[in-house]
């Protein structure tokens, strides 16, 4: 980011990852503008965090509603210098052939169309010099059996995130576009979903934030052909 005044913008803030993220900019003095689709979590994070952000009910997976509340951000808080694509959604272990159609049709319409949604709706308004980033997964570059939808989505949103990162100099110099793997496992309810016997033996998502934060704020690389990026 250029300014630190400049607001940072997360899908998917009312659990997880997007919820420690929107805490922790917002601790460090960033407007923040949020969207999930729980009512009474966003209810509850504005009341925490205060005035100054804005967080509203958004379903991803609808590219005209981010659009719209993309346009009602820049309108309201102006220009982002950082966009985190973060909404997700994963299934519980299985084989393929065990997974039903509509939660396969789920994943790929959340990780990868919500992903989508995000970049064709603020890439075009965000700052000179400012940075989407997406939330990848190791099993975005490395296969994981038994979760093979979670992985197919990951594994384009890698795809997705280098091929805008071509395209994003077509709109002005220094925007960068990058892909991040969270660096490890996180204890949150996606993961308890995957890894029910485990997820507790990790960090809460709100210690990982502190760190995430301070990568995202001021070690992302400087240009958008970098490759492979996993938060320390």
């Excluded at 509340?69 to 694509?85: K, Q, Y």
């Excluded at 016997?197 to 809460?204: A, G, I, K, R, S």
Aim: hydrophobic fraction near 45%.
């Amino acid at each position: 980011m250029t300014d630190s005044r400049q607001p940072v913008v997360i899908s998917g803030v009312t659990k997880g990852l997007g919820r420690a993220l929107a805490r922790r900019f917002a601790a460090l003095g960033h407007p923040v503008a949020g969207c999930g689709r729980s009512a009474d979590a966003l209810s509850e994070l504005t009341s925490e965090l205060g005035d100054g952000h804005r967080f509203e009910r958004v379903d991803v997976t609808d590219a005209e509603w981010v659009d719209a509340w993309a346009e009602r951000v820049h309108r309201d808080l102006g220009a982002p210098g950082l966009v985190i694509a973060n909404a997700g959604a994963i299934t519980g272990q299985a084989p393929v052939w065990e997974v039903p159609p509509e939660d396969f049709d789920t994943v790929m319409r959340v990780n990868v169309g919500g992903v989508y949604a995000m970049t064709r709706a603020f890439l075009p308004r965000i700052a000179d010099g400012g940075a989407l980033v997406t939330i990848s997964s190791g099993w975005g570059r490395n296969p994981r059996g038994m979760l093979a939808a979670y992985t197919a989505s990951k594994f384009a949103v890698e795809g997705f995130t280098r091929a805008v990162a071509q395209e994003a100099a077509q709109l002005r110099p220094g925007v960068r576009v990058v892909a991040v793997d969270p660096g490890g496992g996180v204890d949150t309810a996606m993961l308890a979903t995957c890894l029910p016997e485990e997820h507790h033996t990790y960090p809460t998502a709100d210690q990982w934030a502190e760190n995430a934060v301070d990568y995202l704020l001021h070690r992302l690389p400087a240009h958008s052909d970098a490759t492979g990026l996993t938060i320390d």
